[in-house]
């Protein structure tokens, strides 16, 4: 049988980053003489490009915000190694005694990696950490041993400093559609259960990053899958995830609709907007829910944005925007839905005609509830990175009043167009990451039957997203 040939490792973008920011370090130290040299005396004669260039090494990362994280991680890792080595040798002449001394250094190195685990900064925080403390303990002797220290300290700092230059000055190494693969660093146990995303296509799902993300900050023993499900398929899926032991799963499109009359039991919700985005299985029972509608509701809340007795105008009449009208219409706001497509507005307004008033998409009619809303969402697709289309003009946005706030359910591209516009004529603008967001600590609460911290969340999935 002839096997496929192994395809060579590519030589990305953040490896010539790498290897530049490691070449800039060097040529800092070297030209200068700073190359361990006793004669120099003090901090200067201690020093050399080594500590620089690991940090570049561990440091360089895909895009400069993830670089300035992993650098705080190893600063932090030094100064605790370099603190927790430095208040060790004031143990004197204890440490004379060799096994004491072997004692004493593993003892250490477990203080420092475990302080790197309290503060959730495990990786380069522990590796960074360990080195100084040895070689202050086990290496040089007497003061040169804090000008070791201060010395490793400075030269991290050049090395941070130098990673962040260097990616600042190179290009991203990927662009947000060319993302492929993503390492999600998941831990696996035999006791670890199972929940996934459903949709068609489904690759391309934020989801799986952000669970896992929230999943290990909490320390719960699950892992986010990411599975393809064709249309039409939802029952077959659904024995197949009861049989294979799921806990649960969310669906995106187009299964949101297919999967209610699958389901054992509804939430209101998912009976109120007609469709089910989270499945929790439990005793060979399927629980439907939607978060959709009220994690939007949610981060309206973090926005400050109470839309009780206030006027929206919703753009757009799909799936997204039933979920947020209904919800909206249910918290007693007064909401117009402008669609291109008028039929399906009306559709949508039918479920809360009190509350939920149809409109047309043309330049005039956006123009004319531009200039009566307290809020305005869009959910049309709009703007979209990868799906095309954009507004023909924004001149409605120039109707609306002072102070109205602008919502786009999109996240990527993180500032649409409509409201790049908005945010120039002045008006408060958020973005949809609020709902994926909130959405996804309502899932995860469903799945897990844990209370989870929101706002704790958030600072985690904006850090990898
Ligand atoms: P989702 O499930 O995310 O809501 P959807 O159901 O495909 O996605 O809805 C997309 C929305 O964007 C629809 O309201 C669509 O209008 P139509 O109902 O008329 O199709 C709207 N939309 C997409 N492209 C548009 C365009 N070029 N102009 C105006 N509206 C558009």
Not at 1 to 13: E, F, N, Q, R, S
Not at 263 to 292: F, P, Q, S
Not at 374 to 383: K, M
């Amino acid at each position: 049988m002839k096997h496929p040939a192994v395809p060579l490792p590519h030589i990305g973008m953040r490896v010539i980053k790498t290897a530049v920011a490691v070449m800039v370090s060097y040529a800092l130290f070297l030209p200068f003489g700073l190359t361990y040299r006793e004669e120099l005396g003090g901090i200067l004669g201690q020093m050399g490009p080594l500590y620089a260039c690991i940090a570049c090494i561990i440091c360089t990362q895909s895009t400069l915000g993830q670089t300035f994280r992993q650098g705080i991680s190893r600063l932090i890792g030094v100064v605790v190694g370099g603190a927790l080595g430095t208040a060790t040798l004031l143990l004197g002449p204890a440490l004379e005694h060799f096994w004491l001394k072997t004692l004493i250094l593993g003892l250490v190195c477990v203080a420092g990696v475990w302080l790197c685990l309290l503060i959730k900064r495990p990786t380069a925080c522990g590796m960074a950490c360990i080195l100084p403390c040895v070689i202050l303990i086990t290496g040089v002797t007497g003061v040169t041993r804090y000008y070791y220290a201060a010395a490793r300290m400075i030269e991290t700092i050049v090395g941070l400093l130098v990673a962040l230059g260097v990616n600042a000055a190179l290009p991203d190494h990927r662009p947000e559609g060319e993302r492929g693969e993503i390492d999600m660093n998941v831990e696996l146990k035999n006791t670890t259960r199972k929940l996934c995303v459903i949709g068609d296509p489904v690759g391309h799902s934020k989801s799986p990053l952000i669970q896992n993300t929230m999943l290990k900050a909490l320390g719960l023993d699950y892992v986010y899958l990411c599975q393809p499900v064709p249309r039409g398929e939802c029952k077959r899926w659904l024995d197949c995830a009861k049989f294979a032991g799921y806990a649960g799963f969310n669906a995106t499109m187009p299964h949101k609709e297919e999967l209610v009359p699958l389901m054992d039991e509804l939430d209101g919700d998912a009976r109120l907007i007609g469709a089910v985005n989270t499945v929790c299985l439990r005793d060979g029972k399927a629980y439907g829910y939607n978060t959709d509608g009220e994690g939007f509701l949610r981060s309206l809340a973090d926005e400050g944005i109470d839309p009780a007795g206030k006027k929206v105008m919703v753009l757009g009449a799909g799936g997204a925007s039933k979920a947020v009208c209904l919800k909206l219409a249910q918290a007693g706001a007064e909401v117009t839905v402008c669609n291109r497509t008028l039929d399906k507005a009306r559709a949508i307004c039918d479920h809360d005609p009190e509350h939920l008033h149809p409109a047309g998409f043309t330049p005039e009619e956006l123009a004319r509830e531009g200039g009566r809303c307290d809020l305005l969402v869009n959910c049309t697709s709009l703007g979209m990175t990868d799906a095309g289309g954009q507004f023909e003009d924004f001149s409605f946005l120039d109707r609306l009043r002072p102070g109205v706030p602008v919502v786009d359910l999109i996240y990527a591209p993180a500032e649409t167009e409509l409201l790049r516009q908005a945010k120039k004529r002045g008006h408060r603008t958020s973005n949809g990451l609020g709902l994926l967001v909130n959405q996804a600590v309502l899932s995860l609460e469903y799945f897990t039957q844990t209370a989870i911290d929101a706002a704790e969340m958030k600072k985690r999935i904006d850090a990898v997203l």
